[in-house]
């Protein structure tokens, strides 16, 4: 296409470029060069055209799926087609980028310029520009030939690309405050590795919800070492999708069978380090991880849940008029329902009605039948591990190591996730003994336990347990194993005296103490 050919007229083509070159700079035009640079000595030439995202996909999308550059000097030098880059400008826009030498333009002293097209096999002009002479043999590209203008940062608030690719500079700096957001208007955020290395939290945040990544729980150095590469090779792929499809109705079918309604989307948070066309999935966390999703839906009863196949079990959450903030220690599914409320005929005018009402309205705790409760029945050390189990939505990563928990027990998975998180220790002997009664001491110690895997930890000297467990005439009954647990249960308000000054540690826990301690659990989490 020798367009030069076609549209040359010596004397119009010098006052139009002539105008043009006086004419003011308008930064950001619909679609415009931005760069373009040739060195004489060498024939190396950069070109870059910006289309703006509402430019790039107003009309048929495939008007920009390329475009033509068109060289020419006293004679024409070349067309070029090039498709669409990924930039990390973090403006949202769409960049085409030229680089390379072209022969025909070493020793060329006269004025340069490219014609580009749109689109495809048409001849739609969208700008004529003068490329600069330099003769330096330098480049504005890095290596790898990516433009990179330069990135800005608002308030901590990164844009990533339409790819998800986020620039690494911006990111570094908005980090320097020890967070940064990271808004996409896709599925994904493709974190460069090596603007992770100094920690800190990375809130991904798209139109389905956020994800709030705290950069302490990647081992970067061990990714890439697995993946072969070195930090500047990895990147840090956040995924935040909504279900479609078989996965889709399967999830729908399994809210049903729990009773519920989705009022939000059903998404899928995913971790991923990539390099080189291979991944290594991140699945578990040391700390709670809190994700939000936005409420597509109204309900007076919601339910933050994980949906593991056709099984639908609710983690710890706190809702606002417009999302859930979600907290949970793996990935997963997630959805926010809303389920008919639960009361229970035997609890009128119970000292504990509220708190117990309040977990079974959130899938944590269940009545016995027949509408009752049973707030005066004593706890298992079973029951108890599967009520903490399911407050703080855990998952076991394998089967429990203890003699007398058989895999086919109803509790073998919530003994198991217990005793993974610290949670229950057993007895000394290889036991668990799931069906004893629990005391209160070996509740305390429980949710002690668990208060600290939620971030919540309570350190106290040998001198301040001995002061608070001192104003309780049956202190020495409390097992030595058991002295700083409680103590620290009583610190935090898990645990209150059965008296003024007896704390009862050998007495067996009722359905009714068991239920009131999980809720001091959460709250003092900030978890409901």
């Known amino acids: 296409m020798k367009r030069f050919a076609i549209r040359k007229t010596a004397g119009l083509m010098a006052l139009i470029m002539a105008i043009s070159l006086l004419l003011p700079v308008i930064a950001y035009a619909a679609a415009e060069v931005i760069k373009g640079e040739y060195n004489p000595t060498t024939g190396k030439t950069t070109i870059v055209l910006r289309v703006t995202e509402d430019t790039y996909t107003s009309g048929n999308f495939s008007d920009y799926q390329s475009v033509y550059f068109t060289v020419y000097s006293s004679a024409y030098i070349g067309t070029y087609e090039l498709a ?8 949202g826009a769409y960049y085409y980028v030229l680089e390379q030498e072209l022969p025909s333009l070493k020793g060329v002293t006269g004025s340069v310029y490219v014609d580009v097209y749109n689109p495809p096999g048409k001849t739609v ?17 890095p290596p790898g030939g990516i433009y990179v203008p330069p990135a800005t940062v608002s308030d901590g608030v990164v844009k990533a690309n339409p790819d998800g690719s986020v620039d690494a500079n911006a990111l570094k700096k908005a980090l320097e405050s020890g967070s940064a957001t990271v808004e996409i208007s896709g599925e994904v955020a493709k974190l460069p590795a090596s603007a992770l290395t100094e920690g800190g939290v990375v809130t991904i945040v798209s139109e389905l919800g956020s994800y709030e990544l705290p950069l302490d729980e990647l ?58 066309g291979q991944s290594v999935e ?83 705790v269940n009545g016995t039948g027949a509408g009752k409760f049973e707030p005066k029945r004593d706890v298992t050390r079973a029951e108890f591990a599967a009520l903490i189990v399911r407050a703080l939505g855990l998952q076991a990563s394998g089967a429990a190591d203890f003699s007398d928990v058989p895999a086919s027990a109803w509790y073998a ?24 009664k629990i005391t209160r001491q070996e509740l305390a110690a429980m949710v002690v336990r668990a208060q600290a895997l939620a971030g919540v930890e309570v350190d106290l000297s ?67």
Do not use: C
């Not at 669409?84 to 403006?91: E, I, L, Q, S, T």
């Not at 930090?231 to 729990?258: F, H, N, P």
């Not at 005793?419 to 036991?431: F, L, Q, S």
């Open 84 to 91: 669409y880059r990924a930039n990390y400008a973090n403006d």
């Open 125 to 141: 002009l969208l700008d004529t520009y003068q490329l600069k002479s330099v003769t330096d043999g330098g480049s504005v590209f």
């Open 219 to 276: 081992n970067l150095e061990a990714l890439a070492e697995e993946l072969g590469v070195s930090i500047d090779g990895l990147t840090i792929v956040v995924t935040i999708a909504e279900l479609q499809g078989a996965d889709r109705a399967a999830a729908e079918k399994a809210i049903e069978s729990a009773g519920g309604e989705a009022v939000s989307a059903i998404v899928e948070f995913k971790l991923e380090a990539v390099a080189g």
């Open 462 to 528: 040998s001198t301040e347990v001995a002061a608070l467990l001192a104003g309780f005439k049956d202190a020495g009954q409390i097992g030595s194993w058991a002295r700083a647990e409680l103590a620290a249960a009583i610190e935090s308000g898990i645990v209150n005296g059965t008296s003024a000054n007896t704390v009862s540690p050998t007495a067996t826990a009722t359905r009714a103490e068991a239920a009131v301690m999980i809720i001091r659990l959460l709250n003092n989490a900030d978890f409901i």
């Open 413 to 436: 998975d919530a003994v198991a996730a217990a005793a993974e998180y610290g949670i229950v220790k057993g007895d000394g002997t290889g036991k668990f003994r799931p069906t004893d």
């Open 282 to 364: 991140i699945n578990n966390f040391s700390q709670f991880v809190k994700r939000t999703l936005n409420l597509t839906g109204e309900g007076d009863n919601l339910v933050a849940v994980r949906i593991t196949g056709n099984t639908v079990n609710p983690v710890p959450s706190k809702a606002d008029d417009e999302a859930v903030a979600i907290f949970s220690n793996s990935n997963s599914v997630y959805a926010v329902i809303d389920v008919a409320p639960k009361s229970f005929s035997d609890l009128a005018n119970h000292w504990a009605v509220k708190d117990i009402t309040t977990l079974a309205n959130k899938l944590i």
